[in-house]
């Protein structure tokens, strides 16, 4: 099966933009929708972008996401940075009957 | 509004055999093409999938834990489970039991998750 590799951490001011990535480390990034999920300590995931670049209703239009076929990744990208925005970051992805998570990144807005 | 709610014992002893189950309210889990899955986290770590079971009962288990992991449903309870035996230390984690609309959906609706110990 194929793995989705995160960095661990990432850290960004107030007001700026941050982008995290996933690499998928076999099979292309496009044979299959990404999902992203925000964590929040204490808290059960919610999903903050689901098919690529798809923004459930109520997340604010700062989140956004693309996948990259020359890099095999998708990206999760959030503008305007926002103390509340702090959290752990998830991708996700199926393949093959498995469904497969990224290792997480941990979001620092400081 | 669709609910979900783990629950089971908060510590099992190594070797023995864990067993949760996941109460649906406001929707039948077996009215429509949904995915039910248990996803689990260790202490720290980030989030695992272990198994998948679809509405008409086939499953899908990572293959990390195949050998030892037992999704199924109870339709009459409107609840499904998750069986892993010969548990370890390792299995230590919050499992977390989801909803899922088909195989390209996202996660949708999470339980708030259920801290399961492994110890003697």
């Known amino acids: 099966n194929f793995m989705l590799t995160q960095p661990h951490s990432v850290s960004e001011s107030p007001g700026k933009t941050v982008t995290i990535s996933c690499t998928r480390s076999?099979?292309?990034?496009?044979?299959?929708?990404v999902q992203w999920y925000q964590q929040r300590p204490g808290s059960s995931p919610t999903t903050v972008i689901y098919r690529d670049h798809q923004r459930p209703s109520g997340v604010p239009d700062r989140f956004s996401g693309s996948i990259d076929s020359s890099s095999n990744s998708a990206s999760l990208t959030i503008s305007g940075l926002k103390t509340e925005d702090e959290a752990d970051y998830y991708c996700?992805?199926?393949?093959?009957?498995?469904?497969?998570f990224g290792g997480g990144t941990k979001l620092t807005v400081l | 509004q669709l609910q979900v709610h783990e629950s089971g014992p908060g510590l099992v002893k190594p070797s023995e055999t864990l067993s949760l189950t996941c109460t649906v309210s406001?929707?039948?889990?077996?009215?429509?093409?949904?995915?039910w899955g248990w996803i689990r986290q260790p202490p720290g770590k980030g989030l695992e999938w272990i198994g998948s079971?679809?509405?008409?009962?086939?499953?899908d288990y990572n293959p990390s834990l195949k050998s030892r992991v037992t999704i199924s449903l109870d339709t009459s309870r409107n609840q499904f489970s998750l069986r892993l035996s010969s548990v370890t230390a390792a299995d230590t984690a919050v499992y977390y039991c989801a909803r899922l609309s088909s195989r390209s959906s996202p996660f949708d609706y999470w339980g708030q998750g259920t801290l399961v110990t492994v110890s003697s």
């Open positions: 079971i679809y509405y008409s009962g086939s499953t």
């Open positions: 076999s099979g292309s990034i496009a044979s299959n929708y």
């Open positions: 406001g929707g039948s889990i077996s009215s429509s093409s949904y995915y």
């Open positions: 996700q992805s199926y393949d093959s009957s498995s469904w497969v």
